[in-house]
């Protein structure tokens, strides 16, 4: 009688433990098909952002989830500065690693040539006159080299941030020395540049720069049709009353023919937890009284073009979502969770702690303020109810050629999901 107790217990824990490695290998395997070089970093070249959107519109078959249209699609235009082709760099005579060494700048003009460098540093700055010198060159077919380090003036702080981001000296480039990690962003591209601006790692900078030799390939899209993905399961007593989920699907794209960026944590793993949420609310035992909405917005990194499209053109009423959930950049766990907007919704927000109180979930549930920096933020000022979810810990390196999905642990995919959903079930 004991052994079989025991033998039925030991199948119990194996069916629950094989269900919660089911949903992590469904998971990791939606994240390795959205980083996988097919897709060329879910970005406008080669058409990145359509081949996923394909990829996800098939998964919202599968799940058979309804269209609000004829399809899953809601189409809105772009324009954007691109990197289609070489990326080329070299300091005096050596050539530098790109994604590595160096980032060439999203909005950066077709350049090609040898330039002589100037510096300006905090030697330059604070000199009266090896400022006034500095300030007599004519830069027009030189490189500007910004060295911020021990710079504390504030004054002389926003003369760097001048020369950095508005080039008041018309130089035909400008590369800056940048200290840590190198970060790389799409959403200073919305606008075309006559120059091209470059950021080098200090382990790769020294202070005898004199010439700087570079190839770069700028192409402004103008109109880019893109897109969002929207599809839903009605609600059972209830179907115009919504709850939503969003994430963003795209990344960063390319630099250069052979550079992409996978974007696993950001946001492949979001992607991944917002359909298996579809998959879960689809069964028939999970349907909620309500409908649940799943939207995946594009052009999030351009700067959330996506969702604010939609929210200017929704295709339901925005005043009939009784809460909205974003997930963003939710691969890691181990220091917990964040619930920007908690703040501003203490009720919703105390719901998750009061669940991580009684089961564990989190090591600590993390409440901001509101914050533009997710696709909730644009909902949120239309007035729905909108918090964006993201955990911490690991290292993750976002906006970089390291977000892989070998280096994200998903820590705690499966603990985010079951709050989330224990979450929705008091609405």
């Given at each position: ?204 900078y020294n202070d005898t720069i004199k010439e700087v030799t570079v190839d770069i390939n700028g192409s402004f899209y ?206």
């Amino acid at each position: 009688m004991i052994l079989r107790f025991f033998i039925i217990l030991i199948f119990l824990i194996s069916s629950v433990f094989g269900a919660i490695a089911q949903d992590i290998d469904f998971a990791k395997k939606i994240i390795d098909t959205l980083c996988s070089p097919s897709m060329y970093g879910r970005g406008f070249i080669n058409e990145g952002d359509k081949i996923a959107a394909n990829y996800i519109k098939d998964r919202y078959n599968e799940i058979k989830l309804k269209p609000f249209n004829d399809d899953y699609f809601q189409y809105f235009n772009v324009s954007l500065n691109v990197l289609p082709k070489r990326v080329y760099f070299r300091i005096n005579n050596k050539e530098l690693v790109p994604a590595v060494d160096y980032l060439v700048s999203s909005a950066s003009a077709t350049t090609k040539g040898t330039f002589k460098a100037v510096l300006l540093n905090k030697d330059v700055i604070s000199n009266e006159q090896e400022f006034e010198k500095f300030r007599n060159n004519n830069f027009y077919d030189k490189v500007l080299i910004i060295d911020r380090k021990d710079v504390k003036d504030t004054i002389q702080m926003e003369l760097f941030d001048a020369l950095k981001y508005y080039n008041i000296f018309k130089a035909k480039g400008i590369v800056n020395i940048v200290d840590g990690r190198l970060s790389w962003r799409l959403s200073d591209a919305i606008q075309e540049n006559n120059y091209f601006i470059i950021n080098l790692s200090r382990e790769k900078y020294n202070d005898t720069i004199k010439e700087v030799t570079v190839d770069i390939n700028g192409s402004f899209y103008k109109n880019y049709k893109t897109q969002n993905l929207i599809g839903y399961i009605p609600g059972k007593s209830k179907p115009d009353s919504f709850v939503v989920f969003t994430a963003h699907y795209d990344h960063l794209g390319q630099m250069g023919e052979k550079i992409y960026f996978p974007g696993a944590n950001d946001n492949a793993c979001g992607v991944a937890l917002l359909l298996d949420l579809a998959k879960f609310y689809s069964k028939p035992e999970n349907q909620q009284e309500f409908s649940v909405a799943f939207i995946m917005a594009g052009s999030e990194e351009s700067g959330l073009l996506g969702s604010k499209y939609f929210c200017e053109n929704p295709l339901f009423p925005l005043d009939k979502i009784k809460f909205l959930i974003n997930l963003d950049v939710i691969g890691t766990g181990e220091d917990g969770m964040t619930v920007v907007n908690g703040t501003k919704f203490e009720n919703e927000f105390n719901k998750f702690v009061k669940i991580n109180d009684e089961k564990k979930y989190f090591k600590v549930i993390n409440k901001r303020g509101e914050s533009q920096n997710s696709d909730h933020h644009y909902f949120y000022k239309k007035g729905v109810k909108a918090i964006f979810i993201y955990t911490t810990g690991g290292k993750v390196e976002g906006h970089s050629i390291n977000d892989t999905p070998k280096n994200l642990p998903m820590t705690k995919y499966n603990e985010l999901f079951k709050i989330v959903t224990e979450v929705v079930s008091t609405f």
